[in-house]
């Protein structure tokens, strides 16, 4: 079954979560409407990919620790084997229509990072103080250019919370059945902590594969607010040291978008790409278990705790400060690297415009963007646009 959820979950996480509901509260009633909504807060809450969490804790409830691996390999692999294929034949891709064809996947990014910027606004900044705190949060990130500032807005956010977002409360729900306790929860929590400790020891000498494990592993320890955000994260920690060229880091992100499954995924297509190509498929492994395994560790180190932790208004506030940061953040990747990257001339804007469009309609599969961004890119390079 999440092989067939990893095969045709199309439209990123909030589309999975609802695909989701419809499978095991409605049609399998592996879940009541109580379990769902306790499952769904930490994926939401805690750093990670939030539908991938999400499925990893379906499993982990339904047949313990093998059935949480089952559920995480079958929804994941479908699209990282797509993304790995590619990354070996996109160097194929030369002269201007294979350029155009990558620029198309490039604005696919655009109009995709840009629906998900106002989607997140939407949710996550309802009001004039975290409205305030997004803008805040972009304009450092604009003004300083500095990987360093994006993990500073994070903090930022979070120390902001408790007096910004004043209006979120505490959550409390039903309790989880789980066949491990506290103190499993809390070896796998500082597993976690030794793990994303040791990655910001790792020298910039060290092996390849060495470094780009750390540079995976920190960014799946600190993303916030769904898989889009991953892309300003993922540009400091891979892009910024050497590991990864920037058109190679935009092509691949742009091809995740007509992927099903995690956006995570994309680390498949990175891995392989990295240090020119040389990464190869041990490359593409370890990046891809490398960005998904904080999130799976956090989120089931903190089940056992998550109702205590749920009550508590400052941590819900705290955590509210960060989301609204990160649309800011997302704002600020939105204009560098996309848009800086991406448009080129101003039919790369009607394109990029018209995707966006059918997004925001609702009606439109990202597979269909996918295909107008690149064969508009092609058309405007046949006509010498």
Known sequence: MFLRLGL?????????????????????????????????????????????????????LRAGWRGALAAFLAFTLPSALLLFVFARFSPAFGGPYGEALLQG?????????????????????????????????LALVVATGSGWSQLAVIALGAACGPLACRSVGPRIGAALPLDYGRGTGAALLALFAVLLLGSWLIPANAPLLLRAAAA???????????????LP???????????????????????????????????????????????????AAVSLGAIFLPGLLLV??????????????????????????????????????????????PVDIGIALTGLLLLLTGRVPALAVVAWCVAGRLLATAAGW
């Not at 589309?15 to 807060?41: I, K, M, N, P, T």
């Not at 604005?107 to 606004?121: I, N, R, S």
């Open 8 to 60: 045709t979950s199309f439209g990123g996480p909030i589309a999975h979560l609802g695909y989701y509901h419809r499978e095991f509260v409605e049609r399998r009633r592996w879940l009541d409407e109580s379990h769902y909504a306790q499952l769904l807060a930490p994926s939401q809450f805690l750093p990670g990919p939030s539908s991938t969490q999400f499925g990893f804790c379906v499993g982990l």
């Open 300 to 345: 089931s180190g903190v089940l056992p705790f998550w109702n205590r932790l749920a009550a508590n208004a400052g941590a819900a506030r705290s955590m509210a400060g960060v989301n609204a940061a990160v649309v800011g953040l997302l704002a600020a990747a939105l204009y560098d690297p996309l848009w800086i990257s991406a448009v080129h001339a």
């Open 105 to 137: 996947l490039k604005l696919t990014a655009v109009a995709v990072v840009a629906q998900g910027v106002l989607a997140m606004a939407r949710t996550l900044t309802p009001d004039r103080p975290r409205i305030l705190l997004a803008l805040l949060s």
């Open 216 to 230: 995976f592993y920190k960014t799946g320890s600190l993303v916030f607010g769904g898989g889009h955000v991953v």
């Open 233 to 283: 994260l993922l540009k400091q920690a891979v892009v910024e040291p050497g590991l990864l060229g920037e058109s190679d880091f935009l092509t691949g992100y742009g091809a995740a978008q007509a992927m099903p499954g995690p956006m995570f995924s994309v680390a498949a297509f990175l891995g392989a790409r990295l240090d020119h190509g040389q990464g190869g498929a041990l490359g």
